[in-house]
C-alpha cells in the first residue's frame, strides 16, 4: 500500500515535469537541424523558439507559388495585380515630399530618383504595406515544410545577426510571407549589406538602401533595368517598376 508521503511525492513530480514540458517546449523535430546549425555558429535560438509569438505558419510554400510573378504571363495583367494605377497616384504626392532625400540619393549613388520612388512605391505602397508576417517565424516554416531550406537557413541567420546587432526583439519586426521587410522590403541578408542606417522604418534610410543596392548591381551588371532584375528576378517586376519611373517623370515635365 502506497503511503500518502509517496503519493504527495509522486505528485509533486508529475506536476513539475508538466511545468518543465510548459516552459522547455519540445522543439519540432523537423526544424532541429536549423537550430543545431544557428546554435553552432554561436547564436541563442532556444530562448526565442520558448516565446509564445513563435509560430510556425501552415502552406507557407503555397504562399510564394501564389505569387504574381509566377501565376501571371503578361505586363498588363501584372499591373493590374500590383494596382499600376493606384501607384502613379501615389507616386509624385511620395516624391514631393521626399524630394531632398530623393535628391540627394540620386547624386550620391547614381541612380535615378524616379526608379528609386517606382520600387518603394512597388514594394510597400509608399510604406503604407510591410507586412502581416514575422520574418522568425516565416524563415523557421519555410524550413519545416523543406520549402528552399538552404535559403531559410541562410536568412534566418542573417535575419538574428541583424537583430542582435541593432538590439531588436525579433518578434517585433514584421514582414511579407517571404520574410522581407521595411519599405524597401529587404531580404535579412541584403538588410546586412545594403541597409543604409539601423532605422527600419525611417523612409530616408529605406531611400538611401534602395539607391545604394541598385549602384552595387548596376555596377555589376552594367544598367540600371538589370539591377531593378536583381531587386526582383522577374521580367514582368522590371518592366512594372520602368513603367512606372518612367510615366512618373512625365508627371514633373
Not at 15 to 30: D, M, S, V, W, Y
Not at 80 to 85: L, P, V
Not at 199 to 212: G, K, P, Q, R, T
Request: no cysteine.
Amino acid at each position: 500500500m502506497i503511503s500518502k508521503l509517496v503519493l504527495s511525492f509522486i505528485l509533486f513530480l508529475l506536476i513539475h515535469i508538466n511545468t518543465l514540458g510548459k516552459e522547455n517546449p519540445q522543439i519540432p523535430a523537423t526544424i532541429v537541424p536549423l537550430v543545431e546549425y544557428i546554435e553552432g555558429r554561436g547564436i541563442e535560438i532556444r530562448t526565442l523558439l520558448e516565446d509564445p509569438r513563435f509560430e510556425l505558419y501552415g502552406n507557407i510554400a503555397t504562399r510564394f507559388r501564389n505569387a504574381a510573378e509566377i501565376r501571371i504571363d503578361n505586363l498588363e495583367d501584372y499591373k493590374r495585380r500590383i494596382n499600376y494605377q493606384g501607384k502613379l497616384d501615389g507616386i509624385k504626392p511620395f516624391m514631393e515630399t521626399y524630394a531632398e532625400a530623393l535628391e540627394k540619393a540620386e547624386a550620391e549613388y547614381d541612380i535615378p530618383k524616379y526608379v528609386i520612388a517606382a520600387i518603394i512605391g512597388i514594394e510597400s505602397d509608399f510604406g503604407r504595406v510591410t507586412g502581416r508576417y514575422n520574418p522568425f517565424n516565416v524563415y523557421l516554416s519555410m524550413f519545416d515544410e523543406g520549402y528552399r531550406a538552404p535559403f531559410a537557413q541562410a536568412q534566418l541567420e542573417e535575419l538574428l545577426i541583424f537583430a542582435n546587432r541593432n538590439n531588436l526583439d525579433v518578434f517585433e519586426l514584421n514582414s511579407s510571407y517571404a520574410g522581407a521587410m521595411a519599405y524597401a522590403q529587404f531580404i535579412p541578408y541584403s538588410l546586412n549589406r545594403w541597409f543604409v542606417g539601423s532605422e527600419l522604418f525611417d523612409m530616408e534610410n529605406n531611400i538611401y538602401s534602395v539607391a545604394n543596392y541598385l549602384a552595387h548591381f548596376k555596377r555589376r551588371s552594367g544598367s540600371v533595368e538589370q539591377a531593378v532584375f536583381r531587386y526582383n528576378p522577374s521580367r514582368l517586376y522590371r518592366d512594372a517598376v520602368m513603367s512606372l519611373a518612367t510615366d512618373a517623370e512625365k508627371l514633373f515635365q
